[in-house]
């Protein structure tokens, strides 16, 4: 029998995405066949984000289509939802910072990393 539940993006952000990008969930696969009496709460908490069922929606970004690459998915100090998307194949790529908007269920793209440090993505550093 399967059960779904239904959390906001910033609590699964919190709890199921910080242990996968930690890189917890493989080790916590193995600690998942042990005995309930004695598990740490972390893999408690662990198998229990495994059984829930979580929907899922992707989101492009269509505001900087060079992008291939995502660093720092993290929620910041007020509460939403930042990302980096990157241009790192191609010369002079720059990168983006990203927020999730939950009004309107789409991203906002608030500036060009290069223009705000002054430093042009064909200036040669990294």
Same mark, same amino acid.
């Given at each position: 029998?399967s059960?779904?539940?239904?959390?906001d993006?910033?609590?699964?952000?919190?709890?199921?995405?910080?242990?996968?990008?930690?890189?917890?969930?493989p080790?916590?696969?193995?600690?998942?066949?042990?005995p309930?009496?004695?598990?740490?709460p972390?893999a $408690?908490e @662990?198998? =229990?984000?495994?059984?829930?069922a979580f929907a &899922? +929606?992707?989101?492009p970004?269509?505001g900087?289509?060079?992008?291939?690459?995502?660093?720092?998915?993290?929620?910041?100090?007020?509460?939403?939802?930042? $990302?980096? @998307?990157? =241009?790192?194949?191609?010369?002079?790529?720059? &990168? +983006?910072?990203?927020?999730?908007?939950?009004?309107?269920d789409?991203?906002?793209y608030?500036?060009?990393?290069?223009?705000?440090?002054?430093?042009?993505?064909?200036?040669?550093? =990294?």
């Open positions: 029998m059960s779904r539940r239904e959390i993006r910033r609590t699964f952000m919190k709890a199921g995405s910080g242990v996968l990008a930690a890189g917890l969930a080790s916590l696969g193995a600690e998942a066949n042990r309930a009496t004695g598990a740490s972390l $408690a @662990a198998r =229990a984000l495994r059984e829930t &899922v +929606k992707w989101y970004f269509t900087h289509p060079n992008s291939d690459t995502c660093w720092s998915l993290s929620v910041g100090p007020d509460g939403r939802i930042y $990302a980096a @998307a990157c =241009a790192e194949s191609m010369p002079g790529g720059v &990168v +983006k910072l990203v927020r999730y908007n939950e009004q309107c789409d991203l906002d608030l500036f060009d990393l290069a223009e705000k440090v002054d430093d042009p993505g064909d200036s040669g550093r =990294a």
